[in-house]
């Protein structure tokens, strides 16, 4: 079964760091591209960060890029996102979510994770 | 950035109808397009992708068509498990951009 599975949510106080990790199995990790996407409490879906299959190239939203950074073990089959300097508004649930289709960069997303949760609070 | 529009915002509905939803790209997208439902407390699921293809899995109830700027997702004949929140996605061009959302309500 393809699965991702998310963990390293939690509380951190502003300014404060947090690493997400994003386990995959069911299917051949090196091969597809990857992304993040958060939606904050009562929110839409918005989209944070991406990574091609190779973990060669990375595109990040406006709102985030300079603070994290996203990469991937192809070897472990993880996809991480760095998180640092927090800011309340950066608390929401982090989905890692799996491009559709063998070898493509830009994609729908056809697996997505169950979602960590990130508070960022004093 | 390209900007996704949806509308309407709410739509209440009964089961057995059919409805619509609209979407609209502030620029051309082609058919990069995804549509995507989520009930509360889940993962978001993909329905439709470019524009108009039916995801494994996905009942035939659903459809998607248009291009360019211009889309929909039809619900041929509402049932009980399709009360959700649906969101198009553009995925031509970074940032990727999602609609703000659709919320299908039970009338």
């Known amino acids: 079964e393809v699965q991702l599975l998310e963990s390293g949510g939690g509380l951190v106080q502003p300014g404060g760091s947090l690493r997400l990790s994003c386990a995959a199995s069911g299917f051949t990790f090196s091969n597809y591209a990857m992304s993040w996407v958060r939606q904050a409490p009562g929110k839409g879906l918005e989209w944070v960060s991406h990574i091609t299959k190779s973990g060669g190239v990375t595109h990040y939203a406006d709102s985030v890029r300079g603070r994290f950074t996203i990469s991937r073990d192809n070897f472990k089959n993880i996809l991480y996102v760095q998180m640092n300097s927090l800011r309340a508004e950066d608390t929401a649930v982090y989905f890692c979510?799996?491009?559709?289709?063998?070898?493509?960069?830009?994609?729908?997303?056809?697996?997505w994770g169950q979602g960590a949760t990130v508070t960022v609070s004093s | 950035d390209i900007q996704m529009t949806q509308s309407p915002s709410t739509l209440s509905a009964s089961v057995g109808d059919r409805v619509t939803i609209t979407c609209r790209a502030s620029q051309s997208i082609s058919s990069w397009l995804a549509w995507i439902q989520q009930k509360p407390g889940k993962a978001p699921k993909l329905l439709i992708y470019k524009a108009s293809s039916l995801e494994s899995g996905v009942p035939s109830r659903f459809s998607g068509s248009g291009s360019g700027t211009e889309f929909t997702l039809t619900i041929s004949s509402l049932q009980p498990d399709d009360f959700a929140t649906y969101y198009c996605?553009?995925?031509?061009?970074?940032?990727?951009?999602f609609g703000q959302g659709t919320k299908l309500e039970i009338k």
């Open positions: 979510a799996k491009g559709r289709t063998e070898g493509w960069e830009k994609d729908a997303f056809d697996i």
């Open positions: 996605q553009q995925y031509t061009t970074y940032p990727y951009t």
